[in-house]
């Protein structure tokens, strides 16, 4: 057989599992929200058109209203001033789109520190154990969050010192960005960023660093507790919006059992 027909009977007979990595969208998902004066984005939302009635007597069929960065999203590199010249989120290139994953999990440390920063000598220590980072591959960051993906208060965490989610610390982020062999970083939380960033120097450095450097980030990923630290590959599918700077995504894993 071709390796493609051996991948499609793997899918087929369960020793490739296909795991879905998307949280379901709709008017319920988590939004990021941002303090004023500045712009948020909206939630999502159908718009019906016609459903088996008069305005269509034999079709169902929806408008949607969201923004790109609303669930499970893609950051392309043009989302951030620093890459304000980088792809959009068209651009990207589809081999980048399906890619080795390489999963680290800080779940115990965010469990007892919702502030928990990612650190180099975290992702140095992850590779002692499991080998280098996948070059071209994902860095995925198992936080635990994605439990709280159904309730907007609890997924944001916030209070009156602002949000208070896990993230990369400013190092790692700039290592990230500039030295280790990935194409982006993936994440559970809403933004590929700390709650706190916004604090930090310079100002959320994940979007700063990573988008600048033409990487890209993936965000409001769920089920990585179920992906092994390596082997898994990622299919991450955005919509290839012209101009746009990021769009929903619907994020897959393959992984052999």
């Known amino acids: 057989m071709s390796v493609l027909q051996e991948l499609v009977t793997a899918i087929r007979t369960g020793s490739v599992e296909v795991v879905d990595l998307t949280a379901p969208l709709s008017s319920e998902t988590p939004i990021l929200k941002l303090p004023p004066p500045f712009s948020d984005t909206i939630t999502f939302g159908l718009e019906e058109i016609s459903r088996y009635d008069e305005r269509g007597p034999a079709w169902y069929w929806n408008n949607i209203h969201t923004g790109e960065h609303t669930g499970t999203h893609l950051d392309a590199?043009?989302?951030?001033?620093?890459?304000?010249?980088?792809?959009?989120?068209?651009?990207?290139?589809?081999?980048?789109?399906?890619?080795?994953?390489?999963?680290?999990?800080?779940?115990?440390?965010?469990?007892?520190?919702p502030d928990f920063l990612l650190e180099i000598d975290d992702v140095r220590a992850w590779e002692s154990q499991h080998g280098p980072l996948p070059t071209g591959g994902w860095l995925l960051?198992?936080?635990?969050?994605?439990?709280?993906?159904?309730?907007?208060?609890?997924?944001?965490?916030?209070?009156?010192?602002?949000?208070?989610?896990?993230?990369?610390?400013?190092?790692?982020?700039?290592?990230?960005?500039?030295?280790?062999?990935?194409?982006?970083?993936?994440?559970?939380?809403?933004?590929?960023?700390?709650?706190?960033?916004?604090?930090?120097?310079?100002?959320?450095?994940?979007?700063?660093?990573?988008?600048?450097?033409?990487k890209y980030g993936l965000t409001q990923l769920q089920n990585l507790a179920t992906l092994p630290p390596t082997g898994a590959v990622v299919i991450a599918a955005p919509l290839p919006i012209v101009g746009g700077s990021g769009s929903p995504a619907r994020v897959l894993a393959l992984v052999e059992r």
């Open 77 to 113: 590199p043009v989302h951030w001033v620093t890459a304000k010249d980088g792809e959009d989120v068209s651009q990207i290139a589809p081999l980048k789109l399906v890619a080795p994953a390489a999963v680290i999990d800080v779940s115990d440390r965010v469990a007892t520190d």
């Open 141 to 214: 960051v198992r936080t635990g969050w994605d439990a709280r993906s159904d309730d907007q208060a609890g997924f944001l965490n916030a209070n009156e010192t602002g949000p208070h989610t896990p993230g990369i610390s400013v190092e790692c982020a700039k290592w990230l960005a500039e030295e280790a062999p990935v194409v982006g970083v993936g994440v559970e939380t809403v933004g590929t960023d700390a709650g706190q960033a916004f604090g930090f120097d310079p100002a959320f450095p994940c979007h700063s660093y990573v988008l600048g450097a033409g």
